[in-house]
């Protein structure tokens, strides 16, 4: 049995909308930002953005993963 590697992936938050993209991404695909950080702290997942209390505070117009603190 041969052992894997598997590669850890990095992600970084967009710096105008905090949408959380893998590192190797280029253009942010909710608000086409070209702008990141990799200093991000915190994550919240958002499933309904109409229906989530928590979306409307931060601004989150799609599903997806958002940095809490950027």
């Known amino acids: 049995m041969s052992a894997r590697r598997s590669k ?33 702290k915190g994550m919240v997942i958002v499933i309904d953005p109409e229906k989530s209390e928590i979306a409307k505070i931060i601004g989150a117009k799609v599903p997806g993963r958002y940095a809490i603190r950027v």
């Not at 590192?23 to 942010?28: E, H, P």
Request: aromatic share 12%; hydrophobic share 25%.
């Open 8 to 40: 850890k992936i990095t992600y970084k938050a967009c710096t105008r909308c905090r949408y959380i993209v893998p590192s190797d991404v280029k253009q942010c695909p909710v608000c086409g930002s070209t702008t990141f950080t990799d200093n991000w």
